[in-house]
């Protein structure tokens, strides 16, 4: 392989410790994921650009036609596929959401600016990456854990993204007796609160 033929071929690693070393579940099905090999040329000129780190592997910007290649992870029975970035703030996400019933149950850790500092965090990271929002939250609507379905469905409430689905959800919650009941009632009023005042 020649030079010109190697400088145009990007590989790139993805956190490669949470990549390698643990093993991941699909969130739709609960099947063990996979790792798949994706590549994608583009060229530097071209709209899709934007989407690819063009950097040079010493320094300056990669000119033409580029072949990237990088992993996602994959379920061979849903056949869902996850880039790694989203996996990642899927089980985020999903870790934080158990942590926060965890300090709801434990009265030693309960705590309310802790509780609504979690929150405000969750809430930022997809507020400021909207597709991240848009992937992984319905996801987590299929989770069996009540605490894991309320949060997701609360974090799409706020963002406008797939509200109906989010407020069956919060509903269902909300007719139910479990820990996160008082929350989704008091998601749903100010959601059907702000709507009749707009």
Known sequence: MDNKETFNRKRTYDRPIFTHFKKHTCPKCGNILSLKKETKTVNSKSNEAKDFDFSAPVEGFIIGKVTFIWDEFICRDCYLKLKINELYHIELFNRRAKNYISSLQDLKLRKARTIKKLFNVLY???????????????????????????????????????????????????????????????????????????
């Open 124 to 198: 930022r990271r997809f507020e400021r990456n909207r597709h991240l929002g848009q992937t992984a939250l319905p996801l987590l609507l299929n989770y069996n854990e009540e605490s894991t379905r309320t949060w997701a469905a609360i974090h799409m409430l706020r963002l406008g993204l797939n509200t109906e689905d989010a407020r069956v959800v919060l509903k269902e919650v909300a007719n139910g007796s479990g820990i996160m009941c008082d929350d989704a009632k008091r998601e749903l009023e100010d959601y059907e609160r702000k709507n009749f005042m707009s």
